[in-house]
């Protein structure tokens, strides 16, 4: 049982037993922009993709201002906390490599900021950037936090993820190597997929021991090319609550106990969420799926076997 009572590794307990203080991840925009959005693979981008590359909306170009924002937006008085630096919007790692160096060794320097996730891709990961990710591991606390998915390459190919679950394999390993953490968000719901090729997901995610996942229910977001597809395909979307529930349970119960979770659903905008209204109260779901396992008395790793 974790420090937050939870059937699973949450990362919040995570990090207070290892910095022995609440830490809030503060989102930050680095400005950058996307391989599958710029024209350089594609100008379609992801199909869920919205405008802010999926992070969300903060209003200052300056880090500092940026990151003082944030923390009088997200602290609470009287709590022992800390702050991580989340660079989330758009491929944090595509573009000017100067330009990479001056926010990430500036976020780091910041005194408020105890370390960073950077939100990319893995098929920008070239070796400059690699160089730079390594030298920031060895300086603070850091996760390169990669958009897997799935591992069905004609779910990628549906999303117009832009490269293959091949590729991202062997791009991966440059991280491993320099035994980087890594995270992977997959998403729950995609059309044409089951519990079959959720705990082929996870089953990857076991095998090449991510430090961390996040676990998004798929929702349509008006203005994304998904809800162009949504309207035309409304017989594809009949995920309930009761069903992510089951299938997030299955998905824990699979995983390697080591690995954090630090997402068990979906972050879309409550108010452009077209589809599944039960996402929109994402603490409803998140005491259904921690309700159940005490019910049923399950737990993350119990169906798991170290291969
Ligand atoms: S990789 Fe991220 S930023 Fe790029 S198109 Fe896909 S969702 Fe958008």
């Known amino acids: 049982m974790e420090i937050n009572k939870k059937r699973y590794r949450d990362l919040d307990s995570y990090f207070k037993r290892k910095f022995n203080k ?10 950058f922009t996307c391989p599958n959005r710029d024209g350089k693979i594609s100008k379609l981008g992801c199909i869920y993709c919205s405008e802010n590359g999926a992070g969300d909306f903060t209003k ?9 924002f944030q923390i009088n937006r997200l602290k609470k008085e009287n709590r022992k906390e800390g702050y991580m630096a989340y660079f989330q919007n758009f491929t944090s790692t595509y573009g000017n490599i100067q ?58 190919e549906f ?24 995270l992977a968000h997959i998403i729950i719901g995609l059309p044409n997929e089951d519990i079959d090729d959720f705990l082929n997901d996870i089953s990857y995610i076991n095998k090449r021991k991510f430090w961390g996942i996040k676990v998004h229910n798929l929702y349509i977001e008006k203005g994304s090319r998904i809800f162009d597809y949504y309207l035309k395909n409304q017989n594809d979307f009949t995920m309930t609550l009761d069903q992510y529930v089951d299938y997030v349970i299955l998905i824990l119960e699979n995983l390697d106990p080591n690995i954090i979770i630090q997402r068990l659903t979906g972050d879309g905008r409550r108010d452009k969420i077209v589809w599944p209204i039960w996402s929109k109260n994402k603490a409803r779901v998140l005491s259904t799926i921690d309700k159940k396992l005490k019910d049923e008395d399950k737990k993350q790793g119990d169906l798991w076997k170290e291969k």
């Open 60 to 68: 200052y170009d300056d880090l500092d201002k940026q990151i003082d």
């Open 22 to 31: 609440k830490i809030i991840k503060i989102p930050l925009d680095g400005g």
């Open 99 to 156: 330009k990479m160096k001056k926010l990430f060794y500036g976020a780091i320097n910041n005194p408020n900021i105890m370390g960073l996730s950077i939100a990319t891709r893995a098929d920008c990961l070239s070796d400059e950037v690699i160089a730079l990710l390594d030298d920031l591991n060895k300086k603070t606390f850091l996760v390169v936090e990669l958009g897997l998915q799935s591992v069905n390459e004609k779910s990628i």
């Open 159 to 182: 999303i117009n993820r832009g490269y293959s679950h091949k590729e991202f394999d062997q791009d991966l390993l440059k991280l491993k190597e320099k035994n980087i953490k890594t």
